[in-house]
Structure formats: structure tokens, C-alpha cells
């Protein structure tokens, strides 16, 4: 099992949504830890941890998003695989 780690900006109708939510619903299923924000600038942010295979299908699932949202832009930037406890909702930056 190969660990990998994103960092991930998405914007478009992301806010107001479920989109947090649905994101550590999403996460949880698939084994990811991580967290998931609100930005002030109207995107989401995401860290996601874990297998490759998982991450890779998160962010498939991501540029889909939940039923209301239109995910228009998916950014994201690889990091260095870092330990957290679940994956969890952040306050707003």
C-alpha cells in the first residue's frame, strides 16, 4: 500500500451544500483521514491522506461532488503523507 497525501482547492456552487459533509461521508467510506473546510473565498478545501487507490477515487468523486453542487474547478497539489485522526470538518478560513 502506497500512502499519498492532497491538498485540494474546489470551486464553483461548493458552499451552501452539504459539501463538507458529504466530503467525511465520502472520506470515511473510503478509509482517508484528512479534514475539509470552508474557505472565505467561496471554495472548499481538502486535505486527503491515504492509500493511493482511495485518494485517487476520492478526487474522482470530488469533481462530482453532492447532488446540489457544481464543482467547476478541482486544484490539487501533492504533499507529503502527514498522521491525522479521521477525517474531520474545519472552521472556516
Known amino acids: 500500500m502506497t500512502e499519498i497525501a492532497r491538498h485540494v482547492f474546489l470551486s464553483g456552487r461548493v458552499q451552501g451544500v452539504w459539501f463538507r459533509g458529504w466530503t467525511c461521508q ?3 467510506a473510503l478509509g482517508i483521514t484528512g479534514w ?5 473565498d ?10 493511493e487507490a482511495a485518494v485517487h477515487e476520492m478526487l474522482r468523486r470530488l469533481r462530482i461532488g453532492p447532488p446540489l453542487a457544481q464543482v467547476k474547478d478541482v486544484d490539487s497539489r501533492d504533499e ?6 479521521g477525517f474531520t ?3 472556516s478560513a
Open 89 to 91: 470538518q474545519r472552521p
Open 36 to 40: 475539509v473546510r470552508n474557505r472565505r
Open 80 to 85: 507529503a503523507p502527514r498522521r491525522f485522526d
Open 26 to 28: 465520502e472520506a470515511d
Open 42 to 51: 467561496g471554495r472548499v478545501e481538502a486535505m486527503l491522506v491515504g492509500d
